[in-house]
């Protein structure tokens, strides 16, 4: 399982290391601030205006998230690690933190340090690493359904699929939680967890709205947002902030554009926040007549303030997620465990093994009835009624692009980052060597 956020050096020609964010001599105490390019993209004044996420729950499954960290201090709960470690809070890489911060990050002092998009949002952190340094995302993904969390971040991504993460994914779908993952950086296929059924995949946009050019694609990809160059919290070197570029930031922010939703409209299911996210996504303006949703860019790049204020219907439950086979549509199922998922006939067209003992139940009644009503008047016995005939067909209609998408959104700020990035070492992955995804 590798991180799908790539640290640029400047001037290098591959992504391969980590920045660190540092003051230049005689830099203004908002560098980092004025860093942030994404927030004017995102108007975040009047987004705030509507909504900042207040007190919903988004689990960052990840390498952890520093809750001391001046930009987050109050916005992380406990949260878990099941390595049992505590690197839940005290991580010993950054990832997670940045990853945090783009989503519910509060800055400090007057104007200092990172702000995220739904400032109002609480973080989960879940440790995604067991005791073996082996991949227990699925298990996050669980743990965080049954602690509250009503959207899952996972920036990251891998080409080998852990085998209990569809049924994970599943349960988080089944029980009306949006899993929001990185489609990846390798400019291939949207690698797993993004590409399962009931995941909200996310590509990455630089700041003229146009898809990163290692962004991975495919038709499971449904939205973009900024992913390039883009200011994050968390310790790198001696700085305290970190300049990346990768779908890992894109799905922070698509993360924290569905928190805003979902305090906003809380009635919505999962499926139909997406469904706000994708029908107020701006198209980007090399598109042309693209079909959507486009393999590189979905629906198109988030704009957080037209989702929460566009006269949007809620249209399906499923909004246009992919329905995971076998469980029902997000926001109309039970409590039951995902080891014993709703099945095609119970939720389908045909007659299912519960109607068939019904059936016989009443059979039974009915020739008890008849039995003792010729016993007493020898009258001829009335024919038995006809079992019901099974339910009707599951599930709405398809979900479609509708008439009237908006127009493609104006590039983004042209605020350049702060200068004096010092070069540090590649991140290295606690996940790689000797240990693959099991």
């Not at 009335?382 to 005939?389: E, F, G, L």
């Amino acid at each position: 399982m590798t991180l799908t956020r790539a640290m640029r050096v400047l001037g290098a020609s591959t992504l391969a290391g980590a920045l660190l964010l540092t003051a230049a001599p005689g830099a203004s105490a908002d560098q980092v601030r004025d860093g942030q390019w994404a927030n004017q993209y995102f108007k975040l004044d009047k987004v705030w205006s509507v909504s900042k996420g207040d007190n919903v729950i988004v689990a960052v499954i990840d390498s952890g998230v520093d809750a001391t960290h001046p930009d987050l201090t109050g916005q992380v709960l406990p949260g878990y690690d099941e390595s049992g470690q505590n690197l839940n809070t005290k991580p010993t890489e950054s990832h997670g933190t940045g990853m945090a911060s783009l989503i519910a990050g509060h800055g400090h002092g007057a104007n200092a340090g990172v702000v995220g998009l739904a400032p109002g949002a609480r973080i989960l952190p879940v440790y995604k690493g067991d005791a073996n340094a082996l991949d227990v995302i699925p298990q996050g993904i669980r743990w965080a359904v049954d602690h509250g969390a009503k959207v899952i971040n996972i920036s990251q991504a891998a080409s080998v699929a852990n085998s209990e993460m569809q049924g994970a994914v599943a349960y988080a779908y089944q029980h009306d939680v949006l899993v929001v993952a990185g489609a990846g950086n390798t400019g291939g296929a949207v690698a797993n967890p993004a590409n399962l059924p009931g995941v909200l995949a996310v590509a990455a946009a630089d700041k003229s709205s146009e898809v990163w050019s290692s962004s991975n694609s495919g038709p499971e990809v449904r939205l973009a947002a900024p992913g390039v160059d883009i200011v994050s919290a968390g310790k790198c070197g001696s700085s305290q902030y970190c300049l990346a570029d990768g779908t890992s930031d894109a799905t922070a922010y698509v993360s924290a554009a569905a928190a805003l939703v979902r305090a906003k409209f809380p009635q919505l299911t999962a499926g139909q926040v997406a469904n706000r996210l994708a029908k107020s996504a701006a198209v980007p303006p090399s598109a042309g007549g693209a079909k959507l949703p486009d393999p590189h860019f979905g629906y198109g790049v988030i704009r957080p303030y037209e989702a929460l204020t566009m006269d949007i219907p809620a249209g399906s439950k499923e909004g246009p997620l992919t329905k995971p086979e076998g469980v029902a549509a997000p926001g109309t199922a039970s409590n039951a465990p995902v080891s014993q998922p709703v099945t095609k006939s119970s939720v389908g067209g045909g007659i299912t093994p519960l109607m068939v003992l019904g059936a016989l139940a009443v059979m039974a009644v009915l020739l008890v009835v008849v039995i003792v009503a010729v016993t007493r008047s020898r009258r001829r016995p009335q024919a038995a009624p006809v079992p019901p005939q099974g339910q009707a067909p599951y599930g709405a209609a398809p979900y479609g692009a509708a008439p009237g998408w908006p127009p493609a959104q104006q590039p983004y700020g042209t605020q350049p980052p702060p200068p004096g990035y010092p070069q540090q070492q590649p991140y290295q992955n606690p996940y790689q060597g000797g240990n693959p995804p099991r």
